[in-house]
């Protein structure tokens, strides 16, 4: 039996990007669906069950920081998607509750990436209690570290970022993408820092650029977890 597909409910009044954006996310086995007005989005919300959300702000009928709103009741994890660009605004929409911010105009590829990352989180945040590595294990709920029998302390952001990689085994991520794991506001921090955060986890674990056990880096491209799992 095949399993369900993470159904997205993406609320935008465009119909052009609406379609554009869909078809990126049905191709990711993600199905859709879409509404193009506050009021019958609300309604959906209300009375339907779906895994996450996409909401422009700017909308017939409403407005889309409403629907924010009744998605963080709902416990619907959201992605704000919208043409307001300033910091006040990025900010507002995480008090609200938005798990992350998206401006116009945005890649369709990068957009379902936070899409599908935001649903890995998710659901491995309601599966997982730990990440168990050989000679690394990562406490999700305590944020706690151990490598080779060892607590290591690290910061919020190098936890962020090492679990990060560490969710995904063997996946790149860019720099780019890596931004998001430790701040909503990508304007105080840049990728020069992603790459101190690393230095800093890598001393702390431990761990030999040239001979990694378990944070890789490919020159171009960005970092990847390399560490080997243990089977339950």
């Known amino acids: 039996m095949t399993a369900t597909p993470p159904e997205i409910i993406y609320v935008e009044d465009d119909a052009s990007s609406a379609e554009i954006l869909t078809l990126y996310l049905e191709k990711n086995n993600l199905k859709v669906s879409h509404f193009d007005n506050a009021s019958d989005a609300r309604r959906a919300i209300e009375n339907m069950h779906f895994d996450s959300a996409i909401l422009d702000i700017m909308l017939p009928g409403g407005d889309g920081r409403d629907l924010l709103k009744l998605a963080v009741q709902k416990k619907l994890p959201a992605i704000m998607v919208t043409a307001k660009i300033t910091e006040s605004d990025r900010i507002n929409g995480f008090e609200l509750g938005a798990d992350d911010y998206v401006c116009k105009p945005y890649s369709p590829r990068e957009l379902v990436a936070r899409v599908l990352a935001l649903l890995n989180r998710t659901q491995r945040g309601h599966q997982l209690k730990a990440l168990q590595f050989e000679g690394l294990s990562l406490d999700l709920s305590s944020q706690l570290v151990t490598c080779d029998n060892s607590e290591v302390r690290l910061t919020a952001a190098e936890f962020s970022l090492l679990r990060k990689l560490a969710e995904h085994p063997g996946r790149i991520f860019s720099r ?53 799992p243990i089977k339950s």
């Open 176 to 228: 780019q993408l890596l931004l998001d794991a430790i701040s909503g506001d990508h304007s105080a921090v840049t990728e020069r820092t992603i790459d101190t955060h690393f230095t800093n986890i890598r001393k702390k674990l431990n761990d030999n650029k040239q001979q990694p056990r378990f944070i890789a880096t490919r020159y171009g491209q960005g970092y990847l977890f390399v560490g080997t």
